[in-house]
């Protein structure tokens, strides 16, 4: 494996996602939701399930992202619930947890139909897939997410690191493309100060 693009390493600290992909596909032939040095704006979501620590009660409507503060964001919207989103969700947040000492925070946007389906679509995931630490929340816009993220409608996938809601990196996906060979492991450190993001995206070369 190579790093194609290591994102800027802000200050002191690093807290890191790593994406790996085949040497066939580049993440940055798509792109969804703001990009590296952008806000992310409020938006209203209602909770449907995971993250029982977080204080936020299931069917509760807030600003989730206005919840998390200035922590490290891993902010994920979704439109197709499979086993590889829960494979990334589920190693996503197994690091997480290991590292609760730097704060580090996630969540997932589930969009693509009508509000209550996606709800209950969500509610099912996470009680199958035994997803603790990370939730699941349904943006009011349930179709594309809201529009001052300009989530791109051929993304199934777009994954935002963001930190003291400014965005260090984003990555989208398009629907097929999240399997085994194409993001096979999801990995966060967190060191130092803890008080920095970096996305860093891989490429799996083909020997």
């Known amino acids: 494996m190579e790093f194609l693009k290591p994102f800027q390493r802000l200050t002191a ?18 792109v969804s939701g703001p990009q590296p040095g952008d806000g992310v704006g409020a938006f209203t979501v ?10 936020v009660e299931d069917g509760k409507r807030l600003c989730y992202r206005c919840r998390m503060g200035s922590r ?3 902010m994920i919207f979704a439109r197709t ?13 197994g690091e997480i947890k290991e590292h609760a000492d730097a704060k580090l925070c996630s969540f997932v946007n589930m969009i693509g139909g009508d509000s209550d ?28 997410g809201p529009d001052n993220l300009k989530i791109a409608p051929e993304a199934d996938l777009t994954v935002v690191c963001y930190k003291s809601s400014k965005v260090v990196s984003s990555h989208a996906l398009k629907k ?16 130092e100060t803890k008080a920095n993001l970096v996305c860093r995206r891989r490429r799996e070369k083909k020997k």
């Not at 690093?14 to 798509?30: G, K």
């Open 13 to 30: 600290g690093i807290a890191a996602i790593a994406l790996v992909s085949t040497s066939s596909y580049c993440m940055a032939d798509l």
């Open 46 to 55: 209602t909770k449907a399930a995971g993250n029982p620590s977080d204080g």
């Open 72 to 74: 490290p964001v891993v």
């Open 81 to 93: 619930a499979d086993q590889s989103l829960a494979k990334l969700v589920n190693e996503l947040e």
């Open 117 to 144: 389906s996606l709800k209950n679509a969500a509610t099912k995931f996470v009680n199958d897939n035994g997803i603790q630490n990370v939730a699941f929340v349904v943006p009011e816009d349930s179709q594309n």
């Open 176 to 191: 097929g493309e999240l399997d085994d060979g194409t993001v096979s492991y999801t990995h966060l450190r967190a060191h």
